[in-house]
């Protein structure tokens, strides 16, 4: 609890300061505080759905199954949010790195293990706003993808996946600076190193499952591997600590290292690779 003492000075035509009345008022700085986290969060969600103009609170209520009750009372700066709450709201509506901020400002705890886990990819920086959206529409998923390798991709790759259309959104993205053509015909994605929020990347997963053939797997063009291991808890804790940048290098240390040895089975992998059927002339891709 703060005391605020408000005094009031009346100046006179003397220039003489004259007292004229004295206040003290109490102020709650939790209050203070909860309403600073209920607008941090508020603003996540009207910014979500400003953009979806036919979306209510109630259909935030259904993506981030916080309860609608919960989610009035922090719309209308009455709430008390708890991490667990925010973290759900920031995380299904795709704002990771305004999640950071808060938890940062409020909860810098939680924030630096935040910084811990995701520091592989720090370098990399978040798509902005505006080109989000393509990176999470089927209509552009392939191209960025095939742009996005060593090599880039050509007019022509693109036309045999996709025809005429394709070539119209691959313009698209190059008008958009997504893309870059260069001097040999060839087509770069703009920026190789970035990130997405885990919404979108869930979303970019589940895309990817339609590129997968399904039907070839244990082909020349499709191969996935199933893993399972066992380890003590120490191997546990000490999995937990590889950065996920290098876990597949190195988890094999681990589960082969005899101190690690146990019968806590925990770990299944799944790993597939799509070849595209498509070769430039004379190459073998």
């Known amino acids: 609890m703060l005391l605020r003492i408000i005094v009031k000075i009346v100046i006179n035509a003397g220039f003489e300061p004259l007292l004229e009345g004295l206040r003290i008022e109490t102020i709650n700085l939790n209050e203070d505080i909860n309403q600073r986290k209920c607008i941090q969060v508020k603003n996540c969600i009207d910014s979500y759905l400003s953009k979806r103009p036919n979306l209510n609170l109630q259909s935030i209520e259904d993506k981030t199954t916080v309860a609608y009750t919960t989610l009035r009372r922090i719309h209308t700066l009455k709430g008390n949010p708890q991490p667990e709450t925010v973290i759900r709201i920031f995380n299904a509506l795709g704002e990771d790195e305004l999640l950071y901020i ?150 094999d240390q681990i589960y082969n290292n005899p101190m690690y040895n146990g019968d806590i089975k925990h770990y299944t992998a799944s790993v597939s690779s799509t070849f595209l059927p498509y070769a430039e002339e004379g190459d073998l891709q």
């Open 102 to 251: 808060y938890m940062n400002e409020f909860h810098p705890d939680i924030a630096k293990v935040m910084n811990m886990n995701f520091s592989h990819n720090q370098e990399y920086k978040f798509v902005d706003e505006k080109s989000r959206s393509y990176f999470t529409s089927e209509d552009y998923f392939l191209i960025l993808n095939l742009a996005s390798t060593n090599s880039g991709t050509t007019a022509e790759e693109v036309s045999h996946h996709l025809g005429t259309v394709g070539i119209e959104r691959l313009n698209h993205l190059v008008s958009d600076g997504l893309i870059i053509a260069d001097k040999n015909d060839r087509f770069i994605g703009a920026n190789h190193n970035f990130k997405l929020s885990f919404a979108e990347t869930k979303k970019r997963i589940e895309m990817s499952m339609k590129h997968y053939r399904l039907d070839e797997a244990g082909s020349i063009h499709n191969w996935m591997s199933f893993q399972t291991e066992s380890t003590n808890v120490d191997g546990l804790k000490a999995l937990k600590k590889l950065n996920q940048k290098h876990f597949n290098e190195r988890k």
